[in-house]
């Protein structure tokens, strides 16, 4: 049995989305399902490969981007009680690009070896984290990016939605729309449920940003300096309706005090604290 089921996010662009199954299939499918979420896609521009078109009115005129794709993901693999069948969830974004051979079996091995570890991100050569990580594959972070996670299904189900899950709240908080901030909330809960978040260069990905740059017409978003502005204004905005937070900075320092006491708790692993 797959230990390990691919979520991969699609809206109009198929070619892309194709490229990416078909080099995880190619190189993992004897180690992972890969399910791909059609978040609003027009039914002309739908993946060969797709799995779920999320449809509806809503989904159709907007899109679900990457909380509400990935709750939309998880809440029907839970429907078609599947859910339970995986210890290991990755995530990704249609842009995210791999080398091309084996990344599953290896991001599985980090779990393996980090028992303690929630979120596991492979790391991008264009990173900054790629110098704190230095001669070290796998280190301890209390922020992360969204373009490829590995999920435990334990820790998912530490801080899931469990009375009424929708594509709203399933894992993300689907309130903040385009999801700046998310990726600090995941990180707070996990340390504060005991379970860290981690990047590795064990696996190496890479953004191609060049889809949202110039095929934002296609995607049915605004264009790249108006998404990112709307990015930020929104997610400031639900940081402080939801935290009191003003900043970004503060919301990292809330997700860092949780990082900080789970070493109190864990002193074991400080050799893997940045």
Known sequence: MKKTATIILNRNLPEVTDRLYESMFRNNSDNTDIYVVEAGSDENKLSKHYTWWANWAEAMKDGLRVPRGVNYALLQLLTEEKFNKYDYYIMLTNDAEFEDKPVVDAMVAVMEDHPHVGILSPCSKQWGEARLLGYENTKYF??????????????IEAVMETENPSYLNFLYDGTNFRGYGLEMELVAKGYANDWATAITTKVWVNENEEHLQTKAGLIK??????????????????????????????????????????????????????
Do not use: C
């Not at 790249?224 to 990292?252: A, C, H, P, V």
């Not at 997700?255 to 692993?269: G, I, R, S, T, V």
């Open 221 to 274: 978003t605004e264009a790249y300096e108006e998404n990112l502005k709307l990015y930020l204004e929104e997610g400031r905005k639900w940081m402080r309706r939801k935290y009191g937070f003003n900043s970004r900075w503060t919301m990292q320092m809330y997700a860092k005090f949780f990082y900080e006491k789970f070493f109190e708790f864990y002193p074991e692993f400080e050799y893997y604290r940045i």
């Open 142 to 155: 209390w922020y992360v990016h969204n373009v490829a996670y590995m999920m435990r299904r334990e820790y």
